[in-house]
């Protein structure tokens, strides 16, 4: 019942930025938690970072605390993952995720709901 298309991700030098972004339709967007987590080859999907339905409440993953900001534009029903400073431990395909339930925000298997995934590759 919720679609989220992702746009924005690509291939960057290290110490550069990205902006990724995540359409959102179906349902109403400001009453979901939204997520973003990232999967390198061979490795879990990990945390990136959290907001809630007012984005008032964020949280981030240590390795990308200070360097990635989230943020949400409910009028536009649009998530963003503003990332600087990108470093090569960065590169992974980046998810958006909507949380209908709001558990636990570190957590992939509380998210009801995922995009499909865009590539960011830092090179050195």
């Known amino acids: 019942q919720v679609q989220l298309v992702q746009s924005g991700g690509g291939l960057v030098q290290a110490g550069g930025s990205l902006r990724l972004s995540c359409a959102a339709s179906g349902r109403t967007f400001s009453s979901y938690r939204m997520g973003w987590f990232r999967q390198a080859p061979g490795k879990e999907r990990e945390f990136v970072a959290a907001i809630n339905w007012s984005g008032r409440n964020t949280w981030y993953a240590d390795s990308v605390e200070g360097r990635f900001t989230i943020s949400r534009d409910n009028a536009k029903n649009t998530l963003y993952l503003q990332m600087n400073s990108l470093e090569p431990e960065d590169t992974a395909v980046y998810y958006c995720?909507?949380?209908?339930?709001?558990?636990?925000?570190?957590?992939?298997?509380?998210?009801?709901?995922w995009g499909q995934g865009t590539q960011v590759t830092v090179s050195s």
């Open positions: 995720a909507a949380d209908a339930s709001a558990g636990v925000p570190t957590r992939p298997s509380v998210y009801d709901y």
